[in-house]
């Protein structure tokens, strides 16, 4: 299997802050890289797929970029109701793995 | 706009089956890869495995070889529903457990796949 490694594994950033969210895979997986986002309670929420593409209907304050092994997701200006949990998912090979979430708290 | 429901057991003892079914509201049944994914109690996501319906055809399933002699994921066309069978259930596999909607996009060759809609999650809680 295909391990994914995010760091941090919590951060803590004020309203307006910029924070970046690193995925790390075991192997290359080219741009095979999703991201969700989890609030509590939830199920998670689709965010972007193939490392950069944001899904529609998500603010544009998401990003993501990478390539090879290594991914990031970014949020730019943080707003409150971004405080949940990250996860990072590849769709290389099977089977499908996911990150062990990143967890964010709004200061 | 596909919508997801989820319903099943929630409580079960060790060594029994569980099983969940998942009905597809919108959108087409057919082409997709249908989902099951689980998250054990404050950790995170695993995925199950998937079906692949085709109109017409019976689905291909792939499973996570840490569940593949346990699982069977199946739908049933005339009610856009798929379900999820686990066997002989243990206490590792008390978690919350999603259906999902798999989508491919030729963004990237070949197609890259992403979960783009979930169902609202059944918590199974597998307690003697």
């Known amino acids: 299997d295909i391990q994914m490694t995010q760091s941090p594994s919590s951060l803590s950033a004020s309203v307006g802050d910029s924070v970046t969210i690193t995925c790390r895979a075991s192997?290359?997986?080219?741009?095979?890289l999703n991201w969700y986002q989890q609030k509590p309670g939830k199920a998670p929420k689709f965010l972007i797929y193939?490392?950069?593409n944001v899904q529609s209907g998500v603010p544009s304050r998401f990003s993501g970029s990478g390539s090879g092994r290594d991914f990031t997701l970014t949020i730019n200006s943080l707003q409150p109701e971004d405080s949940a949990t990250y996860y990072c998912?590849?769709?290389?090979?099977?089977?499908?793995?996911f990150g062990g979430g990143t967890k964010v708290e709004i200061k | 706009q596909v919508h997801l429901q989820q319903w099943g057991a929630g409580l079960l003892k060790p060594s029994e089956t569980l099983s969940l079914r998942c009905a597809v509201y919108?959108?087409?049944?057919?082409?997709?890869?249908w989902t099951w994914i689980r998250q054990p109690p404050g950790k995170g996501l695993e995925w199950i495995g998937e079906?692949?319906?085709?109109?017409?055809?019976?689905?291909?399933?792939t499973y996570n070889p840490s569940l593949k002699s346990r699982v069977t994921i199946s739908v049933d066309t005339s009610k856009n529903e798929f379900s999820l069978t686990l066997s002989s259930v243990t206490a590792a596999d008390t978690a919350v457990y999603y259906c999902?909607?798999?989508?491919?996009?030729?963004?990237?060759?070949?197609?890259?796949?992403?979960?783009?809609?979930w169902g609202q999650g059944t918590l199974v809680t597998v307690s003697s």
């Open positions: 999902a909607r798999g989508l491919l996009s030729s963004v990237v060759l070949p197609s890259i796949k992403y979960l783009d809609s």
């Open positions: 919108g959108g087409s049944f057919s082409g997709h890869y």
């Open positions: 079906i692949n319906h085709i109109e017409n055809h019976s689905g291909s399933t």
């Open positions: 192997q290359t997986i080219n741009n095979y």
């Open positions: 193939a490392t950069s």
């Open positions: 998912q590849q769709s290389y090979g099977s089977p499908l793995t």
